[in-house]
C-alpha cells in the first residue's frame, strides 16, 4: 500500500481491495482537507459518480456512476517486475508459494501452460534459470531499476503480464529491452495507453513470436504504430478491444500467421479486405466480430480470390451471417482447410445439423476439417451427390441439360449454387430416373428415430440418432465415422426392424436413402467393422 500519491499519480492504474481502476485526478475536494485520488472504476458498479461532486466536475468517467475518491492510503499503486517475480516463486526470503490457478493462460481458444506455477522445480530455484515467467494478478506496475532485469533473469523467453497495473506501452518497452531472446508476450487484461506516433524498429521486439493484447482497449490504428517494433511476430491475439475499424497493414505484419479479432464488433465484413493481402495468414479468428456477411468481389463464380493467399484456418462462430451466399463465397479461399461456423442465423434454417452439415460441405470444395470435426472422403463424397441430387430439378428449370452443349444454367443459379457444374463435372450430371419424384428438401427431413449398435463391440454403448428418412447409406456411414471414431476401415450396416425380431437387412447400396429399406421408428441399426 502506497502511504502517499507517488508524483506521477495521474493516469496510473491501482488496486483497491479486488478492484481496478484509474486515477483520474489528484488533488483536493472541498469542504475537505486533505488530498484524494478520483478514480475511475473498471467495474462501474464499485463507483457513485462521473466524477463530479458538490456540483463541481473534478474528472470525466465513460459510466455515469463509474468513479469515486478514494484516499492515497488506500491505493495499491503496485510493484516491479522482479518484485512480483520473486514473490510469485517464494524466492523473497519468505519461502512461500502463490498457489492458484495461474498455471495456464488462454489465447483465443489455445490454452498454454507456463511452467513453474505452483511449485518450482529444483531446477529453476534461482532467477537466472527461469525460462517461463507468469506474473498473473501480480500487481506489477514499472520494470523497476534500469537493467536488472536483464542481470537477474537472463534466460526468460516467455512472459505472463495479464491482469496486472500497467499503464503505458512505454512500461511493457522497459521490461522487455532487458530481455534478449523474448519469444512469447501475454500483456492482456491491462487497461494501457498506447503510442500516438509510429514506433521506429528496434531490437526490443526482435525476437517476439507471439503476443496477447486482449482487453487493453488497443486500436487497429494503435497496432500498426507499434508493429514496426514487431518484425518476426506470427501470432496477434486482440481479442474485446472494442476495434471497429481496420486499416490495410503497409510493410508490417507480413511476417503474421495468426490473428484474433474475436469479441470486437467490426462495421462491417468488408472490413477483412483491409487485411486480405497478408501474405503468411493462415489463422484468422472471428468469433463475435458481428459481421453479417462475407464477399470476395475480385473473384467471380467457381474462381479462386487473391485475398488470404495462405489462410488455411477461419473461425466465424457467434456471428449474424444468414445467407448462404458467404458460405458459397468461402470456397473462392484457395487455401481453406478448416472452417468454425457455429451459432450463426443461417444454421438455423436447417431443422436437420446433418443435412446443414452436409450442405456446407458440398458448398466448399478443399474443406478437411467442419466445426472441429474431421470430413472424412466417405462423407465429402456422400455429401456431394446428394446435393448434386437435391438441386437437380432447381438445375434443369434454370436451363441446366444432360447434353453439355445445352447445358446453360442461369446466372441466378450459378450465384446460389456455384460448385454445381464441377459437381456435374465430377460425379456426371444427375439421371432423370434420379430426379423423378423428388420432394422438396423440407418434405425431406422426416425424422426417423433410431437405435445404433455395434454387436462386436461390446464396449461402444448404443446410441439413439434422430435421422432423415432421406438421408443416404453413404451419409449415414460419414456420420458413424465421426459418432465412433473409427479409422479409415469400411463399415458394414444391417438393420433389425422392431416388427420382424431376429431378422436382420443388410443395407449395401451407399446410394440409396434410409427409406429404401422401409426403416422405420424404432429400428435398430447395427455397424461393423
Known amino acids: 500500500m502506497a502511504a502517499g500519491a507517488p508524483a506521477d499519480a ?54 455515469p456512476r463509474g468513479g469515486s475518491f478514494i484516499r492515497p492510503n488506500k491505493a495499491n499503486f503496485g510493484v516491479d517486475f522482479l518484485t512480483a517475480v520473486r514473490d510469485r516463486y517464494g524466492l523473497n526470503g519468505e519461502q512461500h508459494v502463490q498457489h492458484g490457478t495461474e498455471n495456464t493462460v488462454i489465447f483465443g481458444k489455445k490454452t498454454v501452460e507456463f511452467v513453474g506455477m505452483d511449485s518450482i522445480a529444483e531446477k529453476q530455484s534461482q532467477l537466472n534459470q527461469l525460462v517461463d515467467i507468469s506474473v498473473r494478478e501480480c500487481a506489477v506496475s514499472h520494470a523497476g531499476q534500469k537493467e536488472e532485469i536483464g542481470r537477474t533473469c537472463a534466460n526468460i523467453r516467455h512472459i505472463n503480464l ?14 522487455a529491452s532487458q530481455v534478449q531472446n523474448l519469444e512469447t508476450l ?22 517476439l513470436r507471439i503476443l496477447a493484447l486482449n482487453q487493453t482497449e488497443i486500436t ?82 467457381g474462381c479462386k480470390t487473391k485475398m488470404f493467399p495462405s489462410l488455411k484456418r477461419l473461425a466465424i462462430n457467434d456471428n ?39 450442405l456446407i460441405i458440398a458448398k466448399i470444395s478443399q474443406l478437411e476439417v467442419l466445426n472441429k470435426c474431421e470430413i472424412l472422403p466417405v462423407e465429402r463424397k456422400g455429401a456431394e451427390l446428394d446435393y448434386r441430387k437435391i438441386f437437380g430439378n432447381d438445375w434443369l428449370s434454370a436451363g441446366g441439360h444432360w447434353n453439355p452443349e445445352k447445358n446453360k444454367p442461369s446466372e441466378e443459379f450459378l450465384a446460389a449454387h456455384p460448385r454445381y457444374q464441377s459437381l456435374c463435372h ?35 454403448k448404443p446410441v439413439e440418432k434422430k435421422l432423415p428418412e432421406s438421408m443416404t447409406i453413404q451419409r449415414v456411414k460419414g456420420l458413424l465415422y465421426r459418432l465412433f471414431k473409427i479409422p479409415g476401415s469400411e463399415l458394414k450396416l444391417s438393420y433389425e426392424s422392431s416388427k420382424l425380431e431376429g431378422k436382420e437387412v443388410e443395407l449395401d447400396n451407399d446410394l440409396k436413402p434410409l427409406h429404401f429399406y422401409s426403416i422405420e421408428n424404432g429400428d435398430c441399426v447395427l455397424v461393423r467393422w
Request: glycine share 6%; charged share 20%.
Open 10 to 63: 495521474l493516469g496510473c492504474r491501482i488496486l483497491c481491495g479486488p478492484e481496478y481502476g484509474t486515477v483520474r485526478y489528484v488533488g483536493s475536494v472541498p469542504p475537505t482537507a486533505g488530498i484524494w485520488l478520483g478514480v475511475e472504476w473498471d467495474d462501474p458498479q464499485r463507483g457513485k459518480h462521473d466524477g463530479t461532486y458538490e456540483g463541481t466536475q473534478y474528472f470525466k468517467c465513460r459510466h
Open 162 to 175: 495479464s491482469k496486472n497495473l500497467i499503464s503505458s506501452w512505454e512500461t511493457v518497452t522497459a521490461v
Open 426 to 460: 465430377k460425379y456426371g450430371a444427375p439421371e432423370e430416373g434420379e430426379l423423378k419424384g423428388q420432394q422438396p428438401m423440407t418434405l425431406k427431413n422426416q425424422l426417423l428415430t433410431l437405435t445404433i449398435k455395434c454387436p462386436d463391440k461390446p464396449e461402444q
Open 320 to 358: 449474424k451471417i444468414s445467407q448462404w451466399s458467404s458460405i458459397n463465397e468461402l470456397d473462392k479461399l484457395p487455401s481453406l482447410q478448416s472452417l468454425q461456423c457455429h451459432n450463426n442465423p443461417l444454421m438455423d434454417t436447417e431443422k436437420n445439423p446433418e443435412t446443414l452439415r452436409q
Open 186 to 207: 501475454i500483456i492482456s487484461e491491462n487497461k494501457m495507453k498506447f503510442p500516438s506516433t509510429s514506433i521506429s524498429e528496434s531490437n526490443v521486439f526482435s525476437k
Open 220 to 301: 487497429w490504428t494503435e497496432v500498426l504504430l507499434c508493429a514496426p517494433g514487431w518484425p518476426v511476430l506470427e501470432e496477434l491475439y486482440l481479442a474485446s478491444n472494442n476495434i471497429t475499424v481496420l486499416e490495410r497493414p503497409d510493410n508490417v505484419l507480413q511476417t503474421l500467421k495468426l490473428l484474433d479479432l474475436s469479441d470486437n464488433q467490426l462495421l462491417d465484413g468488408n472490413q477483412l479486405h483491409l487485411i486480405a493481402h497478408l501474405p503468411r495468414l493462415e489463422h484468422l479468428i472471428l468469433r463475435n466480430t458481428g459481421i453479417s456477411s462475407i464477399h470476395f468481389p475480385d473473384a467471380g463464380f
